[in-house]
């Protein structure tokens, strides 16, 4: 079946502009991620959604930065008002869910969308 | 504070060059450690999930092990194929805030 995607794949924008970056996760996949990723580390974690709730958005740098998930299945990151430190490689994963000790925690990301803030 | 780290930085093996990795970690209460393999331009693709110390999986020429405080991910003979960076990451029981170690960086030289 099809995988985790995001769209756009590239996205350059100006300074002070909004963004919106969307993600399609596996369908019937309960858990959604967003992280960051800076070029030679790991995904910094962002925010996750169980379903249509948002779980937790310790991540998330500044109020700059928000997610959604309205119907439980796409989700949207929007950063507003974007700085040049915000210039990343964002990516989205998604997972059965959380049942602990399960494979319900393996997670699938997609491609990301690497942002540039000029 | 919940921090993984993984070493070596980066390695260098010829081409069946068996070797290890390390990822260390401190999180109260592990509810899980995953191996994620990423190729470059690419997001991470899962290898495998250890729950508890003493657990080992394999896939191939990998082999993840498990302890209290860390984890190994065994490379066998390994082939050039086998070059990508090798994430780790875990999930610590009261929440889904997974933490990533920073990778290793593997190339496996023909």
């Known amino acids: 079946g099809a995988g985790v995607s995001q769209s756009p794949r590239y996205k350059v924008t100006k300074r002070g502009q909004d963004v919106a970056l969307r993600c399609d996760p596996i369908?019937?996949?309960?858990?959604l991620y967003w992280y960051r990723q800076a070029l030679g580390q790991g995904p910094e974690f962002l925010t996750y959604f169980n379903y249509e709730a948002q779980q937790d958005k310790s991540g998330l740098p500044n109020d700059r930065f928000s997610a959604e998930r309205p119907e439980g299945s796409i989700s949207t990151l929007t950063i507003q008002r974007t700085e040049q430190r915000d210039s990343a490689m964002y990516r989205c994963a998604s997972s059965l869910g959380s049942l602990a000790g399960t494979s319900y925690n393996e997670q699938f990301f997609g491609p990301g969308t690497r942002l540039t803030v000029l | 504070e919940d921090q993984v780290t993984q070493s070596p930085e980066a390695l260098r093996l010829q081409e069946g060059e068996s070797s290890s990795l390390n990822c260390s970690y401190t999180?109260?209460?592990?509810?899980?450690l995953f191996w994620y393999r990423q190729d470059p331009g690419k997001g991470p693709e899962f290898l495998f999930t250890l729950y508890s110390a003493g657990e080992e999986k394999e896939k191939e020429r990998l082999k993840a092990t498990l302890t209290k405080k860390e984890s190994f991910l065994h490379i066998t003979a390994p082939k050039p194929e086998d070059s990508a960076t090798y994430l780790c990451a875990v999930l610590h029981n009261y929440g889904q805030n997974f933490v990533f170690g920073p990778g290793t960086r593997l190339s496996v030289l023909p």
């Open positions: 999180v109260s209460g592990l509810r899980g």
């Open positions: 369908s019937g996949h309960v858990s």
